[in-house]
């Protein structure tokens, strides 16, 4: 897959509000995180209803995508993936969840990442889920609006310790909950944020 670049291209955030996926409570209000955004490239930050940001893949990917196409003036709309094979994603969103297979799964105590994937004959990586998500999303609100996945590097989403690149957004938050020192994930946040931790 290639990079692309539109020189005037503006950037939309669609950002969960207070509240986050399975419900928990985000560490900074949701105005300064729409702050950070703004200061780090967003044009404009919209609030994802809480309704569908805490909620499973399905119900935060098809919220996310009827807001974008609601705004009527969306081009492409990117997300992470571990793979970032557009080709392969789309195939896997074309696949029918077994629900079956999803309901025995969760029923044993799996999680519904592991369940999910399983169910959908899909890895067990928590973007390339959600990415499979948005495009069934998109396929159903018929949208004009062209997927762009963008690989993850660094840390995977659920990797509990921090890392020299990327360290992942539960590592961050594992180690402000558990440590009283903030200067700890000084290198591990955006620089225009450092001064709302007072570090």
Same mark, same amino acid.
């Given at each position: 897959? +290639?990079?692309?670049?539109?020189?005037?291209?503006?950037?939309?955030? $669609?950002?969960?509000?207070?509240?986050?996926?399975?419900?928990?409570?985000?560490?900074?209000?949701?105005?300064?995180?729409?702050?950070?955004?703004?200061? @780090?490239?967003?044009?404009?930050?919209? +609030?994802?209803?809480?309704?569908?940001?805490? +909620?499973?893949?399905?119900?935060?990917?098809?919220?996310?995508?009827?807001?974008?196409?609601?705004?009527?003036?969306?081009?492409?709309?990117?997300?992470?993936? /571990?793979?970032?094979? $557009?080709?392969?994603?789309?195939?896997?969103?074309?696949? @029918?969840? +077994?629900? @079956?297979?999803?309901?025995?799964?969760?029923?044993?105590? /799996?999680?519904?990442?592991?369940?999910?994937?399983?169910? @959908?004959? $899909?890895?067990?990586?928590?973007?390339?889920?959600?990415?499979?998500?948005?495009?069934?999303?998109?396929?159903?609100?018929?949208?004009?609006?062209?997927?762009?996945?963008?690989?993850?590097?660094?840390?995977?989403?659920?990797?509990?310790?921090?890392?020299?690149?990327?360290?992942?957004?539960?590592?961050?938050?594992?180690?402000?909950?558990?440590?009283?020192? $903030?200067?700890?994930?000084? /290198?591990?946040?955006?620089?225009?944020?450092?001064?709302?931790?007072?570090?």
């Amino acid at each position: 897959m +290639q990079f692309f670049y539109l020189k005037d291209a503006k950037i939309i955030c $669609i950002m969960s509000g207070d509240f986050v996926q399975r419900g928990d409570i985000a560490i900074l209000d949701k105005h300064t995180r729409a702050k950070i955004a703004v200061e @780090n490239g967003a044009d404009l930050v919209i +609030q994802l209803p809480t309704f569908f940001s805490s +909620q499973v893949a399905q119900i935060f990917a098809t919220g996310s995508v009827s807001l974008i196409n609601s705004l009527n003036c969306v081009d492409y709309l990117c997300f992470g993936s /571990e793979s970032a094979d $557009i080709s392969r994603l789309l195939d896997m969103s074309k696949s @029918n969840l +077994q629900q @079956n297979i999803l309901k025995d799964s969760l029923d044993l105590g /799996e999680s519904y990442v592991k369940s999910h994937a399983k169910a @959908n004959n $899909i890895p067990n990586t928590s973007n390339d889920i959600l990415a499979v998500e948005y495009l069934k999303a998109l396929k159903l609100f018929n949208s004009n609006v062209k997927p762009y996945p963008i690989k993850r590097t660094g840390s995977s989403y659920n990797d509990k310790d921090l890392s020299g690149v990327f360290s992942s957004a539960t590592a961050i938050r594992d180690t402000l909950k558990n440590n009283d020192d $903030i200067k700890i994930i000084k /290198e591990h946040i955006p620089k225009s944020s450092i001064w709302y931790y007072d570090v």
